[in-house]
């Protein structure tokens, strides 16, 4: 450590081994917030012999400070399954002394590289994905300084912990369902899928895997997905919605046999039940609308749409006691390395949205 002209809770952390965020609650006396009493001696020792000086408040801060903060990374807020989980991280933080920042990129590269570079230099005190960012490399990086938590599919070979739900077993148990049923030509309506959109995909793989398992060729189920620079046309606020309603209206035009029709999230599916409902088809007589998610405007009666329980609430939880688990065993100066994975079991939530296939 290089000497400087104020030593900074950082310097403390480093010299102890520490979470910045656990020498700033020390240090300032936080309430609500219990440390052991060897650790708190420690941080005082550690400050004492730096010769740290509290600083006062200044009206204008040098920099942003996250030290008690979760950051919630998310594509944006107009889905109900992503706000389900920034409800439930934003309701459990506080029990541990976190209050939260979301940040929405747009699922965009530079957006995605600011914002990791900003929490680089701040070091929050964990930070929770709600979709696998492009910028893997930077991710990775800061994963090895605080605590990262993955709400979802995670890319290979990242050193970070993990709350998932299968997106390739959710698809082969809705095409079982759907199969069941009699459905016999799928289509599965989806945004752009890239090799980075790994829950579209597994998704897709896993509709196409129950077509497989049941003698019948995969290439009954039809993708349609517009080119990523058509889905930008759309406003962020309603693209999965409108993109449903329209690769809705293409499978209307072009492929009039398929009797079942799967979204690839419960915004899409619903933009699909307002186009049928436009052309007077009826559901689901004449087809079957099935989505994934099960968002709150899912479940009501108007809508009833069959779709797939993710365990959004339970998963934002977990998200935060890993970070919190994690934080202190740093505290403790524990010396083991791990990685976590949890993974929630998918549960089919069959409504009116479903029924027999029609007769071809």
């Known amino acids: 450590m290089g000497k400087r002209n104020k030593v900074t809770t950082r310097d403390i952390a480093e010299y102890t081994g520490l979470s910045q965020s656990t020498v700033s609650m020390v240090l300032s006396g936080r309430p609500n917030v219990s440390f052991t009493p060897e650790t708190v001696q420690r941080v005082k020792d550690a400050a004492r012999k730096l010769g740290y000086k509290k600083q006062e408040k200044r009206k204008v ?80 990086r800061l994963a090895r300084q605080i605590p990262v938590v993955s709400i979802g599919e995670k890319p290979s070979g990242s050193p970070y912990d993990s709350v998932e739900l299968d997106s390739r077993k959710t698809g082969c148990m809705m095409g079982d369902y759907l199969l069941s049923l009699g459905h016999r030509k799928l289509a599965y309506l989806c945004a752009p899928v890239s090799k980075g959109e790994l829950s579209r995909r597994n998704r897709f793989e896993g509709v196409r895997d129950s077509l497989r398992n049941a003698g019948l060729s995969s290439d009954q189920v039809i993708l349609l997905s517009p080119s990523a620079s058509s889905f930008s046309k759309y406003t962020i606020d309603e693209a999965e919605y409108r993109n449903g309603y329209d690769m809705a209206c293409l499978l209307l035009r072009e492929h009039p046999d398929c009797t079942a029709l799967i979204g690839h999230n419960d915004m899409t599916a619903m933009g699909a039940m307002a186009a049928l409902a436009d052309h007077r088809k009826k559901i689901p007589a004449d087809y079957s609308v099935c989505g994934f998610d099960n968002i709150t405007l899912a479940g009501m009666p108007q809508i009833s749409l069959t779709t797939i329980e993710h365990s959004s609430s339970a998963k934002g939880r977990e998200a935060v006691e890993i970070i919190y688990r994690k934080g202190r065993a740093k505290e403790k100066n524990d010396k083991n390395s791990y990685i976590m994975r949890m993974e929630y079991e998918p549960k089919l939530i069959v409504r009116s949205s479903s029924g027999r296939a029609r007769i071809l």
């Open 61 to 140: 801060p040098d920099g942003l400070v996250l030290k008690d903060t979760l950051v919630v990374i998310g594509p944006h807020l107009s889905n109900g399954y992503h706000s389900s989980i920034i409800h439930s991280i934003t309701e459990h933080a506080p029990r541990y002394g976190y209050c939260v920042l979301t940040v929405t990129t747009f699922r965009q590269e530079a957006r995605e590289e600011a914002v990791l570079r900003l929490l680089e230099q701040s070091l929050p005190a964990g930070i929770i994905l709600l979709y696998p960012p492009s910028r893997k490399a930077d991710l990775n």
